[in-house]
């Protein structure tokens, strides 16, 4: 049977990544989006989690997600940069090359687009050094 090259976000479902993984691949897609929590909630697993998504045949599409970095204070900036490398370290462990970048919806957002280029521009150099891509997402 051909894959789909459809994606499937894990985000929808409830269980274990194993479980998850296993339900998408038989609904017949090629590849998911992952998060974080797939990995890191249930911490006694974290190795049997990180092998499944390695050996899986899904492709991982995205892993998900950095919220409220463009335009955010420097000290909020620099935090979001740096869960966004450590984001990157975790994708590494499972073949994931794609970062999803949310846009900033947070009330104390600066509006200077100049700035907010500036700072994706940053988040892009950081990925493009690991051989990663950022994905933008508008909210």
């Known amino acids: 049977m051909k894959k789909s090259r459809l994606s499937f976000n894990t985000g929808n479902m409830t269980g274990s990544i194993a479980d998850k993984l296993k339900a998408i691949e038989e609904a017949g897609f090629g590849g998911t989006t992952m998060w974080p929590a797939d990995f890191f909630a249930h911490f006694e697993d974290l190795d049997a989690n990180l092998e499944f998504a390695r050996s899986s045949p899904l492709e991982c599409t995205c892993y998900m997600m950095v919220r409220d970095l463009e335009g955010s204070p420097p000290e909020i900036k620099k935090r979001k ?3 966004a490398r ?3 370290d975790q994708m590494a462990l499972i073949g994931a090359t794609t970062l999803v970048q949310c846009s900033n919806i947070s009330e104390g957002v600066n ?5 907010a280029v500036e700072d994706l521009r940053k988040l892009g150099v950081l990925a493009k050094s690991k051989g990663m891509r950022i994905a933008f997402e508008p909210m």
């Open 81 to 83: 940069l740096e869960l």
């Open 86 to 88: 450590q984001m990157m």
């Open 111 to 115: 509006r200077d687009w100049k700035l």
